[in-house]
């Protein structure tokens, strides 16, 4: 049997939740309201995660589809720091020689970023941050 993983390389935004707690409510009120209030164009930039959430639109949000202020900061919070990790990751996997590495049998050749990231990771034995860290230490400013 083989190991099956859910490794998404989308980071969904907040506004997916907005959006799918909208076509819950069958596109009612809140939608209008989240357009009437926003406007047509920050109302989509929301709904690709274009906009960042502040204390106001939380506000709105909780106030229209639901939830609280809170859990909407929250989402937004959660989503910027996976962004963040993402881009880590991502200048961490561009400094390594990963299809070297592969060559070698060092790692396995795999395609996802997720699968990837866990392929180094394993390689190293320690976590990105660390991995990253020492890497870019010892790499000269460019």
């Known amino acids: 049997m083989s190991d099956i993983r859910y490794d998404p390389d989308w980071i969904p935004p907040p506004g997916a939740t907005v959006q799918d707690l909208i076509s819950r409510q069958s596109g009612t009120p809140s939608e209008r309201a989240i357009d009437g209030r ?10 690709r995660g274009d906009l960042e959430i502040d204390t106001s639109l939380a506000a709105l949000l909780a106030e229209t589809v639901g939830l609280t202020s809170v859990f909407w900061l929250e989402r937004e919070r959660l989503y910027r720091a996976a962004l963040d990790r993402r881009e880590s990751e991502k200048q961490l996997l561009g400094e390594l020689p990963l299809k070297d590495m592969a060559a070698r049998a060092m790692i396995r050749p795999v395609r996802s970023h997720a699968e990837k990231v866990a392929e180094v990771l394993s390689f190293f034995g320690k976590t990105i941050q660390r991995v990253a860290a020492s890497i870019l230490t010892k790499c000269p400013a460019r």
């Open 38 to 47: 926003l406007g047509d164009k920050r109302a989509e930039m929301l709904f």
